[in-house]
Nanobody, 119 residues
């Protein structure tokens, strides 16, 4: 019931910044939590950050202080501002939302956007 489209990935130099966007459509009113995950080649997918519908945020220790999650409810869009990018950050970044409908929880995922870091 929810479709997600990520954008904003690309190639940046070490120390550079990127702003990722995730536009949601469908059953928007059922969304309880939104967040970002990432997966590098040869590694498992890991949490970057989450934000509940009430605005409570959570950040992985590896990105804390360098990453900020925000949202624009009018545009049904969540953002990921990333600063001071380093060799730990290259990965495919995935937008994720969790919905609750009649006490049933379900996850939805975007297709991902690639972030590369190189000098």
């Amino acid at each position: 019931q929810v479709q997600l489209v990520e954008s904003g990935g690309g190639l940046v130099q070490p120390g550079g910044s990127l702003r990722l966007s995730c536009a949601a459509s469908g059953s928007i009113a059922s969304i309880y939590v939104m967040g970002w995950y990432r997966q590098a080649p040869g590694k498992q997918r890991e949490l970057v950050t989450t934000m509940t519908n009430g605005g409570t945020t959570n950040y992985a220790e590896s990105v804390k202080g360098r990453v900020t999650i925000s949202r624009d409810n009018a545009k049904n869009t969540v953002y990921l501002q990333m600063n001071s990018l380093n060799a730990e950050d290259p990965a495919v970044y995935y937008c994720n939302v969790g919905t609750i409908i009649n006490y049933a929880y379900r996850d939805y995922w975007g297709k991902g956007t690639l972030v590369s870091v190189s000098s």
